[in-house]
């Protein structure tokens, strides 16, 4: 391990444009996700750090002023003169872009964030911030205002330890939001510390009082425990963490009796969502082992077909996390490992432990073969089911439900459709749409609760394939997101208890079987006002009782009359009021579904729509206090 960090090492690439002109380029969004993402860059350093053996402790502080602190006690960003730029090695990380450890020889082995890339880009986007650095037996400081360094680097007094702290606040001219989300946080830190086996992550919220601290000796093993921990689970939980010639994997994975199944991949610490070479070598081994070992066992007779890989993956729970000098990335956004020579490694390693570990475990591995072959004999149920319902038209496309009320153009692109609850909502809605571009398709009574159903159960309920019909991109192994009829999907539902039910319902079943469609941006909530307030002739629309309260005090004349109607359904709305309010797309308000974090996404999926009553009745107590609106 080179323990040498020095100036030297700090290579430039190219200078700091645009940044503060065009965020969007290098934070994403300039919204909550964005602002985020300033802290993340920050961490991520700090990860760095500890993923080449000189971190052992991050603390991360929301202050009450507007500022997060994030201190490390690594080696310390280096101070002395950079060559090239003239400046402070400091100063060259905190103001140019592309400069850091992580581009020349020397600096990180193996590195997740861009360090240099993300601090300059961090301080560009902050009204203010101070770098703090201990090392050398000195404590150094400088101060920077939207990228620009406001003085000299300066020594401020003596130290006996080493470290960097970056405290900083976010240009609210920048930014749609400055306020920090402590959950959003410290689930991000938590899962960092799974990933970083041995280090200590505090998060600090001084605003309420809040504080978390993680530490994981067991790795990614403590992780699959927290993801399964609200289900029931079928085998014990496997771990391996080898070093290859090629770097470094770490897996670990635990079956459990849901019909589903969770796997997450990284590379370096980064979350990998579309997987990639690392998920391609986990998945071939599984499979191949799994059917090796039950045949060797004649568990999987001569005359048996091989269990396939769909089979050996319901109900698992896994983890993938691969360490590498030199990631390759498909695109941008790093959704996709593409270094060849990881799948190789991941797959040798995970098969030869996965052999082990079913020899020496042979109750857990007979309960995992049980679980694979009755999933097997549901697949071919559920074929038996879905060529059923394809040979008499339906899922195709060919034959469209006599429900939809479908739209003239053939565009997928400027083409929506409106999932409504009942035949009352329904018919409102196929009377005030705009009949060129949105499709109407009414739901009867409340869905299939996918989360604790097969395919073959839920192939067999009218409502989901008259759903499935409509969409024309089929599901499961003859899902094609090419085929989908609409690029606007809205579900829209009465403002009550039932109303939130059946969404919920939808929701798990995008979530769990059209998940793409969540992925391109094309499922939306549709926000149907609460209340409408008339007096005289005016008339306005509230979507809340806030909102209803504000109208009132500042928008109608409360000394006369004013009539407020509450809507229970939308089948109580007039067509013109419903297209006015809800679907008129110069008016209306629609929420878009995205999956910003699939692991917290899963879980309370899971939670809410699972079998298992313990873990909804303690989600709705710790939340009953944040319901509004709610009707009984």
Same mark, same amino acid.
């Given at each position: 391990?080179?323990?040498?960090?020095?100036?030297?090492?700090?290579?430039?690439?190219?200078?700091?444009?645009?940044?503060?002109?065009?965020?969007?380029?290098?934070?994403?969004?300039?919204?909550?996700?964005?602002?985020?993402?300033?802290?993340?860059?920050?961490?991520?350093?700090?990860?760095?750090?500890?993923?080449?053996?000189?971190?052992?402790?991050?603390?991360?502080?929301?202050?009450?002023?507007?500022?997060?602190?994030?201190?490390?006690?690594?080696?310390?960003?280096?101070?002395?003169?950079?060559?090239?730029?003239?400046?402070?090695?400091?100063?060259?990380?905190?103001?140019?872009?592309?400069?850091?450890?992580?581009?020349?020889?020397?600096?990180?082995?193996?590195?997740?964030?861009?360090?240099?890339?993300?601090?300059?880009?961090?301080?560009?986007?902050?009204?203010?911030?101070?770098?703090?650095?201990?090392?050398?037996?000195?404590?150094?400081?400088?101060?920077?205002?939207?990228?620009?360094?406001?003085?000299?680097?300066?020594?401020?007094?003596?130290?006996?330890?080493?470290?960097?702290?970056?405290?900083?606040?976010?240009?609210?001219?920048?930014?749609?939001?400055?306020?920090?989300?402590?959950?959003?946080?410290?689930?991000?830190?938590?899962?960092?510390?799974?990933?970083?086996?041995?280090?200590?992550?505090?998060?600090?919220?001084?605003?309420?009082?809040?504080?978390?601290?993680?530490?994981?000796?067991?790795?990614?093993?403590?992780?699959?425990?927290?993801?399964?921990?609200?289900?029931?689970?079928?085998?014990?939980?496997?771990?391996?963490?080898? #070093?290859?010639?090629?770097?470094?994997?770490?897996?670990?994975?635990?079956?459990?009796?849901?019909?589903?199944?969770?796997?997450?991949?990284?590379?370096?610490?980064?979350?990998?969502?579309?997987?990639?070479?690392?998920?391609?070598?986990?998945?071939?081994?599984?499979?191949?082992?799994?059917?090796?070992?039950?045949?060797?066992?004649?568990?999987?007779?001569?005359?048996?077909?091989?269990?396939?890989?769909?089979?050996?993956?319901?109900?698992?729970?896994?983890?993938?996390?691969?360490?590498?000098?030199?990631?390759?990335?498909?695109?941008?956004?790093?959704?996709?490992?593409?270094?060849?020579?990881?799948?190789?490694?991941?797959?040798?390693?995970?098969? #030869?432990?996965?052999?082990?570990?079913?020899?020496?475990?042979?109750?857990?591995?007979?309960?995992?073969?049980?679980?694979?072959?009755?999933?097997?004999?549901?697949?071919?149920?559920?074929?038996?089911?879905?060529?059923?319902?394809?040979?008499?038209?339906?899922?195709?496309?060919?034959?469209?439900?006599?429900?939809?009320?479908?739209?003239?153009?053939?565009?997928?692109?400027?083409?929506?459709?409106?999932?409504?609850?009942?035949?009352?909502?329904?018919?409102?809605?196929?009377?005030?749409?705009?009949?060129?571009?949105?499709?109407?398709?009414?739901?009867?009574?409340?869905?299939?609760?996918?989360?604790?159903?097969?395919?073959?159960?839920?192939?067999?309920?009218?409502?989901?394939?008259?759903?499935?019909?409509?969409?024309?991109?089929?599901?499961?192994?003859?899902?094609?997101?090419?085929?989908?009829?609409?690029?606007?999907?809205?579900?829209?539902?009465?403002?009550?208890?039932?109303?939130?039910?059946?969404?919920?319902?939808?929701?798990?079943?995008?979530?769990?079987?059209?998940?793409?469609?969540?992925?391109?941006?094309?499922?939306?909530?549709?926000?149907?006002?609460?209340?409408?307030?008339?007096?005289?002739?005016?008339?306005?629309?509230?979507?809340?009782?806030?909102?209803?309260?504000?109208?009132?005090?500042?928008?109608?004349?409360?000394?006369?009359?004013?009539?407020?109607?509450?809507?229970?359904?939308?089948?109580?709305?007039?067509?013109?009021?419903?297209?006015?309010?809800?679907?008129?797309?110069?008016?209306?308000?629609?929420?878009?579904?995205?999956?910003?974090?699939?692991?917290?996404?899963?879980?309370?999926?899971?939670?809410?729509?699972?079998?298992?009553?313990?873990?909804?009745?303690?989600?709705?107590?710790?939340?009953?206090?944040?319901?509004?609106?709610?009707?009984?």
């Amino acid at each position: 391990m080179n323990q040498s960090y020095s100036a030297d090492q700090i290579t430039v690439l190219e200078g700091l444009k645009a940044v503060r002109k065009r965020p969007g380029m290098y934070i994403g969004t300039t919204d909550l996700k964005g602002l985020h993402h300033m802290c993340w860059e920050i961490i991520d350093n700090s990860i760095d750090e500890a993923l080449a053996g000189f971190c052992t402790q991050v603390d991360i502080v929301i202050q009450e002023d507007g500022y997060v602190a994030v201190h490390d006690n690594g080696r310390g960003i280096p101070v002395g003169k950079h060559s090239k730029t003239g400046k402070s090695a400091l100063e060259t990380v905190l103001t140019v872009l592309h400069a850091g450890g992580k581009f020349g020889d020397g600096g990180y082995k193996v590195s997740g964030g861009l360090h240099g890339v993300g601090v300059s880009v961090v301080n560009a986007l902050s009204d203010h911030l101070v770098a703090e650095v201990h090392r050398d037996g000195k404590v150094y400081k400088q101060e920077y205002s939207k990228g620009d360094a406001k003085g000299e680097l300066e020594i401020i007094g003596d130290s006996n330890r080493t470290g960097t702290t970056i405290k900083f606040k976010p240009d609210p001219s920048i930014f749609e939001t400055v306020v920090f989300d402590y959950s959003i946080m410290k689930n991000r830190i938590r899962q960092q510390a799974y990933l970083t086996k041995g280090i200590t992550i505090t998060i600090t919220d001084q605003r309420d009082k809040q504080r978390a601290k993680f530490y994981f000796e067991g790795g990614l093993s403590s992780y699959v425990l927290h993801i399964n921990q609200d289900k029931k689970a079928v085998s014990g939980v496997f771990y391996l963490d080898k #070093e290859t010639d090629v770097g470094q994997v770490e897996i670990s994975l635990q079956y459990t009796q849901s019909f589903q199944e969770t796997a997450f991949s990284f590379a370096n610490n980064i979350h990998t969502p579309e997987g990639g070479t690392h998920m391609t070598g986990f998945k071939s081994a599984l499979t191949r082992t799994i059917n090796t070992y039950a045949r060797e066992k004649g568990i999987l007779k001569e005359k048996d077909n091989n269990l396939s890989s769909d089979d050996v993956r319901e109900g698992l729970t896994a983890v993938i996390s691969v360490k590498l000098a030199d990631p390759q990335f498909e695109g941008q956004t790093k959704n996709k490992l593409s270094n060849a020579e990881m799948r190789s490694a991941v797959e040798s390693t995970f098969a #030869e432990e996965l052999m082990y570990f079913l020899q020496e475990n042979p109750k857990d591995a007979k309960e995992i073969i049980a679980k694979c072959n009755l999933a097997a004999r549901a697949r071919l149920a559920a074929r038996a089911a879905r060529e059923s319902v394809i040979r008499k038209g339906a899922l195709e496309g060919l034959t469209l439900p006599g429900k939809l009320a479908d739209c003239s153009t053939k565009d997928p692109a400027r083409s929506e459709l409106f999932i409504v609850e009942g035949d009352s909502a329904g018919g409102s809605a196929k009377q005030g749409r705009d009949r060129k571009t949105q499709a109407i398709l009414p739901l009867r009574g409340k869905v299939l609760n996918v989360e604790q159903a097969r395919l073959d159960k839920i192939l067999a309920n009218n409502e989901i394939r008259s759903l499935i019909t409509a969409l024309g991109v089929g599901i499961q192994d003859s899902f094609n997101i090419e085929k989908i009829r609409y690029h606007k999907i809205v579900i829209m539902t009465d403002a009550d208890v039932d109303g939130a039910h059946i969404c919920t319902l939808l929701l798990t079943l995008f979530f769990r079987y059209l998940k793409p469609i969540i992925e391109h941006g094309y499922l939306y909530l549709a926000k149907p006002p609460l209340y409408k307030m008339s007096q005289g002739k005016k008339s306005v629309y509230a979507f809340s009782d806030e909102e209803k309260a504000h109208f009132i005090e500042h928008d109608l004349d409360t000394n006369k009359k004013i009539n407020v109607q509450r809507y229970k359904g939308l089948g109580e709305m007039n067509p013109d009021q419903l297209w006015e309010t809800t679907m008129d797309p110069t008016t209306r308000t629609l929420d878009k579904i995205t999956i910003d974090d699939a692991e917290r996404a899963d879980l309370v999926f899971e939670t809410l729509m699972g079998s298992d009553v313990l873990p909804r009745k303690k989600f709705i107590q710790a939340h009953a206090k944040d319901v509004k609106n709610l009707d009984i």
